[in-house]
């Protein structure tokens, strides 16, 4: 079974940036570079919302919200997704989750301060 383990959430201030890295364990590369990947995130009571996929072919999709802000990237070497996370605000505080075709990470807590 996949497993995803997930990295690099905390605390930052309105303005700072954070990098998270998600690493898919219990699958082979030849199968990993196959799938899309994303990150996720949900804010307490509201639903989980797509912040940043990557197909797997390289192209990229974004939400509204983080686009100019966040960047996510793959290395399909490694088998790990990271999301690059800048200009944070308030309103980016969530529990982050890393997608791997059907597979999900744990959740990483990401908090900014005002």
């Known amino acids: 079974q996949v497993q995803l383990v997930e990295s690099g959430g905390g605390l930052v201030q309105s303005g700072g940036s954070l990098r998270l890295s998600c690493t898919a364990s219990?699958?082979?590369?030849?199968v990993y570079w196959q799938y899309h990947v994303g990150w996720y995130r949900q804010a307490p009571g509201k639903q989980?919302?797509?912040?940043?996929?990557?197909?797997?072919?390289?192209?990229?999709e974004y939400a509204d919200a983080v686009k100019g802000r966040f960047t996510i990237s793959r290395d399909n070497s490694k088998k790990t997704v990271k999301l690059q996370m800048s200009s944070l605000n308030p309103e980016d505080t969530a529990v982050y989750y890393c997608s791997v075709g059907d597979a999900w990470g744990q959740g990483t807590q990401v908090t900014v301060s005002s």
């Open positions: 219990r699958m082979i590369t030849s």
């Open positions: 989980r919302e797509l912040v940043a996929r990557v197909s797997n072919d390289g192209n990229t």
